[in-house]
């Protein structure tokens, strides 16, 4: 099975940084067939990015995606306060659409 | 707008079944995958399979094999997943979310329903 591993797990961050999640699968995702979702408490997972740098719809231009291969990064260029929140990365190029462990983003 | 509502939250012995549903609106059911993916308290992601709507075709991860299945009932959109022989490491909030379309297009999971929290407890 194809293991994502995201980093950092913890990013401690203030409102107006950066922030630069990674996700390294062991495998190599075809077609770049990764996603981003975020996840606030109490709710559902929701789609951020998709086949690597797409954006879902209705998602900022802050947010974006890059990578290929075994490295992919979900940048988030300057931080809202409703960003702080756990985000996870998804391959979804072959069953099993295994996730990552997920990187908690959260307010300094 | 599109939704996907599922069924209300429910305590279970170990050794039980549940079964959970999710019902889509504001599209059409069998065009698209349905997968399930659950989540235990304070924990990840965890994909559990897909299934076809439209044929009924099945995909579940190996760890969840014997134990789930996935339907559907396309003449209300609903879509279930069962899971049964429950143990306590069950207890999770479960997701239905919409998949690819069955003409091949994948966005990986696009919409989610709100989760459905099953608690196995004796």
């Known amino acids: 099975e194809n293991v994502l591993t995201q980093s950092p797990g913890t990013l401690s961050l203030s409102p107006g940084e950066r922030a630069i999640l990674s996700c390294r699968p062991s495998?190599?995702?075809?077609?770049?067939?990764l996603a981003w979702h975020q996840q606030k408490p109490g709710q559902a997972p929701r789609l951020l990015i998709y086949?690597?740098?797409r954006r879902a719809t209705g998602i900022p231009d802050r947010f974006s995606g890059s990578g290929s291969g075994t490295d992919f990064t979900l940048t988030i260029s300057r931080l809202e306060p409703e960003d702080f929140a756990v985000y996870y990365c998804?391959?979804?190029?072959?069953?099993?659409?295994?996730f990552g462990q997920g990187t908690k983003v959260e307010m300094k | 707008q599109l939704q996907l509502v599922q069924s209300g939250a429910e305590v279970k012995k170990p050794g039980a079944s549940m079964k959970v549903s999710c019902k889509a609106s504001g599209y059409t059911l069998t065009d698209f995958y349905v997968h399930w993916v659950r989540q235990a308290p304070g924990q990840g992601l965890e994909w559990m399979g897909w299934?076809?709507?439209?044929?009924?075709?099945?995909y579940y991860h190996q760890k969840f094999r014997g134990r789930v299945t996935m339907t559907s009932d396309t003449s209300i959109s609903a879509a279930y997943i069962e899971l049964s022989s429950l143990r306590s490491d069950d207890t999770a909030v479960y997701y239905c979310?919409?998949?690819?379309?069955?003409?091949?297009?994948?966005?990986?999971?696009?919409?989610w329903g709100q989760g459905t929290l099953i608690t196995v407890s004796s």
């Open positions: 299934m076809n709507p439209d044929n009924g075709d099945t």
């Open positions: 979310a919409r998949g690819g379309t069955l003409s091949g297009i994948r966005r990986s999971n696009d919409y």
């Open positions: 998804q391959k979804y190029d072959s069953a099993p659409w295994t």
């Open positions: 495998q190599s995702i075809s077609s770049s067939f």
């Open positions: 086949a690597a740098s």
